[in-house]
Structures are given as structure tokens and as C-alpha cells.
């Protein structure tokens, strides 16, 4: 696999392990990012995330859209800090009325990746 790809694999689909996520997922919040996240139920799968932006905050298709892409390409770039660690599901949802600068998410997903592995280490 290439280090800084997002494949199909990596999405996080199916209504019973998000379900499974939003219900008994450990939460983190650095702002504007909160995540979610579950140990994966089959651990030998890669990490798989989900993006959210509330509608209810950002009305507009295209700033949830744009938000989503600048959540995506942050978490592809700094991604290899998950390696070797067991199989986990993510769910990174935004939480302010802004639409950020790409430097504002890219330095909470670090924050949060950082965070994910001490999680990952401890359970």
C-alpha cells in the first residue's frame, strides 16, 4: 500500500459498526475536531474513518464539502502515525460554525492522532 492514499478500504461503511461506533465509542475532543472510536471488530482490516460536518452548522453543501475534503487530506498526510497499531474505527466530526484553514485541521488531527495512539496502546 502507498503511505499517503485513502482507498475504499479505508472508509468507514456499514450502518451496524457506525452504530456500533456513535453507541460505545471512546470520544476525544480537541476543538474544532471531536472523534469517536472503537477497537475494530475484525483486527486483521486496516484503520477505517468516517467524516462528518453537521448540517445543522453548516447549511451549505459546498462548506460541508469543502470541510470534509480539508478533514480527508489532513488525515492522508499524517495517517503513518497509526501504523502498527491494532485495527481501529474512527469517526472525526467537526464542530464550529467556521469553515477553518487547512493549517487549524491539520494541527488538530495530529493532536488527535497523537491521542489515538496512547489509546490504542493503553487498551
Known sequence: MRPHTLSRGERLRGTKIIGLLFRNGMEFTIPPLKIKVIHHPQPESPHQVLFSVPRKLHPKATHRNRIKRLMREAYRLNKSA??????????????????????????????????????????
Open 82 to 123: 497509526l501504523e502498527g497499531l491494532p485495527s481501529l474505527c474512527i469517526a472525526y466530526i467537526y464542530q464550529s460554525k467556521q469553515v477553518p484553514a487547512f493549517q487549524e485541521i491539520t494541527q488538530a488531527i495530529v493532536q488527535l492522532l497523537s491521542m489515538l495512539r496512547n489509546y490504542a496502546q493503553k487498551n
